[in-house]
């Protein structure tokens, strides 16, 4: 699984819509992740990403700063929702 995800991720980075960081990322936890909740976690992640991006946009108009979401963040977040009461 974590190959297929890496695969379609060089896709989506050469078209630019995410960086190779985030992909490698991705990557990496779907090793953790089990292979039935890795569609939820990736919903999450596109949820959080959404999340995140309205409120960058939001501050954007008020404080001059880029208009780029971190992904990173995005994913380590959904990540963190998915197994942090898995933890204890």
Do not use: Q
């Amino acid at each position: 699984m974590a190959a297929l995800i890496l695969f379609i991720g060089i896709i989506i980075w050469r078209f630019g819509f995410l960086g190779a960081g985030d992909i490698k990322l991705i990557c990496a936890l779907s090793l953790i992740i089990p292979y039935d909740l890795i569609g939820l976690f990736l919903f999450l992640t596109s949820i959080v990403g959404a999340i995140i991006g309205i409120f960058i946009y939001i501050c954007a108009n008020f404080i001059k700063i880029e208009k780029s979401v971190p992904y990173g963040v995005a994913i380590m977040g959904s990540f963190l929702i998915l197994f942090l009461p898995h933890l204890y």
